[in-house]
């Protein structure tokens, strides 16, 4: 498996912004409804996106001739960082 090295610089994350849990919630329903949108353009069946120790996972899920979206939203979580 390849693992990418990022410059020593990278970072996307904002962790010296203090967000409020309501501007939080509001980026994160966003960043759903962005994913969603993705997802129905480009015919995928699974998005991620992490940003301000926020973790999304978006899986489509086939059903009795249907189709929904399973949606995990990860406050908070660990992440390691690959050099």
Do not use: C, W
Request: avoid cysteine; proline fraction near 2%; hydrophobic fraction near 30%.
């Amino acid at each position: 498996m390849y693992i990418p090295k990022y410059p020593e610089d990278f970072n996307d994350s904002l962790r010296n912004k203090k967000t409020s849990e309501g501007d939080l919630n509001n980026k994160i329903n966003n960043e759903i409804s962005n994913m969603i949108e993705f997802m129905e353009e480009n015919q995928t069946n699974n998005h991620s996106v992490a940003f301000e120790d926020v973790l999304i996972i978006i899986d489509r899920i086939y059903e009795d001739d249907d189709n929904y979206f399973e949606i995990s939203v990860a406050k908070h979580h660990s992440r390691g960082i690959v050099r």
